[in-house]
């Protein structure tokens, strides 16, 4: 699947992630998606087959596709009222923006592109909340079957 850490550490991120702007409902609904499909992948394990299959998504546009070719995937991210695009960049921006607060915090440059200082500004207003949702998320059965990483932002807080 799509690196997060190799694209936050190449600095080489996509347009349509660095243009992506975060709100706490898509978080929320993204939240919502990953526990759907969880359900999804309980009643019907043979999808942990199209889960895996996204392991190999080089963009985040092409992860998006892999998410769309597969029916009870795509109805779950749609249950949630997210369309698969801001499913994937939310997701991304999320565990993108939460390094980026680790990396500011440490003494790192803050970021300048608009979307990114909006996320980022929107992580520390929500932070408590995003870190429950996205410690919760990494006991996903169905993220952990995709091969997703979530970084752990500060574990000691």
């Known amino acids: 699947m799509l690196s997060v850490i190799a694209l936050a550490v190449g600095m080489q991120l996509p347009a349509s992630l660095v243009d992506y702007r975060l709100t706490m409902p898509n978080i929320r609904k993204m939240a919502a998606a990953y526990g759907r499909i969880d359900a999804a992948l309980v009643a019907k394990p043979a999808l942990a087959t199209s889960l895996t299959k996204a392991k190999g998504a080089t963009s985040p546009e092409e992860l998006m596709a892999r998410f769309d070719n597969d029916p009870i995937i795509r109805k779950a991210i749609a249950w949630a009222g997210l369309s698969t695009r801001d499913f994937v960049l939310t997701h991304l921006a999320t565990v993108t923006t939460g390094m980026t607060?680790?990396?500011v915090q440490g003494g790192a440059k803050p970021p300048t592109?608009?979307?990114?200082?909006?996320?980022?500004?929107?992580y520390k207003q929500n932070r408590a909340e995003i870190d429950r949702l996205m410690s919760e998320l990494k006991k996903s059965p169905s993220l952990l079957a995709i091969g997703t990483?979530?970084?752990d932002d500060d574990d000691d807080e």
Not at 116 to 122: C, E, P, R, S, Y
């Open 149 to 151: 990483e979530s970084v």
């Open 113 to 122: 592109a608009p979307a990114a200082v909006a996320n980022l500004k929107l």
């Open 101 to 103: 607060a680790t990396a």
